[in-house]
T-cell receptor, first 111, second 112 residues
Framework: QKEVEQDPGPLSVPEGAIVSLNCTYS??????FMWYRQYSRKGPELLMY????GNKEDGRFTAQVDKSSKYISLFIRDSQPSDSATYLC???????????FGTGTRLTVIP | EAQVTQNPRYLITVTGKKLTVTCSQN?????MSWYRQDPGLGLRQIYY???????DKGDVPEGYKVSRKEKRNFPLILESPSPNQTSLYFC???????????FGSGTRLTVV
């Protein structure tokens, strides 16, 4: 079993839709949870960073962590064509020392 | 501009020919790391460094070497590349483990 599981998609939604992306994990020691966005031929770009459980909001993006269920989510409101990318979840026990990544979900937002 | 710079962006080489991929960051970050990205496997850590002269293995270190002689540079060395090292490589840096990693633009390596 992989440390981090993520549905690879692909996921296609119309512009303006609410997008929900999810990851599950098996290591209960993970405390730091991140979401990265990766455009084609680019490196991953940090979107959201949270510590422990709870919600964090940044503009149209909301990250949720449920440590009791070992489940994290990223919600994108009012999705835009520019949100079309691959979204990677990542998590760590101690910070950035070693991040465990999901395989990524490819999202397409259709105008 | 704060960034992680990798070179080259693309590289095709032959089995057994030593190569080095360079990585430099201008953010004075303590942590640096190398990842490889493969379809279906995601990003996997090769090596990391928590400061100058401090390096350690990640999840897939076999066939790779690194060094950290200066804070800003963290080259990845393949002494004898093999076809199974064909992959997309990313260098990344972080401020002492906080706030996640900043990634470079990647190096696509093909070993024939």
């Amino acid at each position: 079993q992989k440390e981090v599981e993520q549905d690879p998609g692909p996921l296609s939604v119309p512009e303006g839709a609410i997008v929900s992306l999810n990851c599950t994990y098996s290591n209960s020691a993970f405390q730091y949870f991140m979401w990265y966005r990766q455009y084609s031929r680019k490196g991953p770009e940090l979107l959201m960073y949270t510590y422990s459980s709870g919600n964090k909001e940044d503009g149209r993006f909301t990250a949720q962590v449920d440590k009791s269920s070992k489940y994290i989510s990223l919600f994108i409101r009012d999705s835009q064509p520019s949100d079309s990318a691959t979204y990677l979840c990542a998590m760590s026990e101690t910070g950035a020392n070693n991040l465990f990544f999901g395989t990524g979900t490819r999202l397409t937002v259709i105008p | 501009e704060a960034q992680v710079t990798q070179n080259p962006r693309y590289l095709i080489t032959v089995t057994g020919k030593k190569l080095t991929v360079t990585c430099s960051q201008n953010m004075n970050h303590e942590y640096m790391s190398w990842y490889r990205q493969d379809p279906g496997l995601g990003l996997r850590q090769i090596y990391y460094s928590m400061n100058v002269e401090v390096t350690d293995k990640g999840d897939v270190p076999e066939g790779y070497k690194v060094s950290r002689k200066e804070k800003r540079n963290f080259p990845l060395i393949l002494e004898s590349p093999s076809p199974n090292q064909t992959s997309l490589y990313f260098c990344a840096s972080s401020e002492a483990g906080r706030r996640g990693y900043t990634f470079g633009s990647g190096t696509r390596l093909t070993v024939v």
